[in-house]
């Protein structure tokens, strides 16, 4: 497993903009894929975005494409998640995802490693 340690969470007004990042340690980062996840107060996680290891391939939920865009930087080891056009309905608890299963990111909604979470808020 790789340890998640996520960044950049914060207050912004509606419209604004944040970029959340997330260190990964621990195994090999390459081989697996990434993905962000958010939990809102009385709701259940749901998945928001994922990117394959060589950063070929993305996926986004419908609610947050146009607005939301993931990356990669390898030598880094490191995931971004740059938030644009922020709504209300962002606010959340955003954690960080890595598994070496595309599927279980974007279909399962599960990952073997896990960040313990960044707060955003966004104010109307």
């Known amino acids: 497993q790789v340890q998640l340690v996520e960044s950049g969470g914060g207050l912004v007004q509606a419209g604004g903009s944040l970029r959340l990042s997330c260190a990964a340690s621990?195994?090999?980062?390459?081989?697996?894929?990434m993905g962000w996840f958010r939990q809102a107060p009385g709701k259940e996680r749901e998945f928001v975005a994922a990117?394959?290891?060589?950063?070929?391939?993305?996926y986004y939920t419908d609610s947050v494409k146009g607005r939301f865009t993931i990356s990669r930087d390898n030598a880094k080891n490191t995931v971004y998640l740059q938030m644009n056009s922020l709504k209300p309905e962002d606010t959340a608890i955003y954690y960080c995802?890595?598994?070496?299963?595309?599927?279980?990111?974007?279909?399962?909604?599960?990952?073997?490693?896990w960040g313990q979470g960044t707060q955003v808020t966004v104010s109307s």
């Open positions: 995802a890595a598994d070496r299963a595309w599927v279980r990111l974007t279909t399962a909604g599960t990952a073997a490693s």
């Open positions: 621990g195994r090999t980062f390459n081989p697996y894929a």
């Open positions: 990117i394959n290891w060589s950063a070929v391939n993305t």
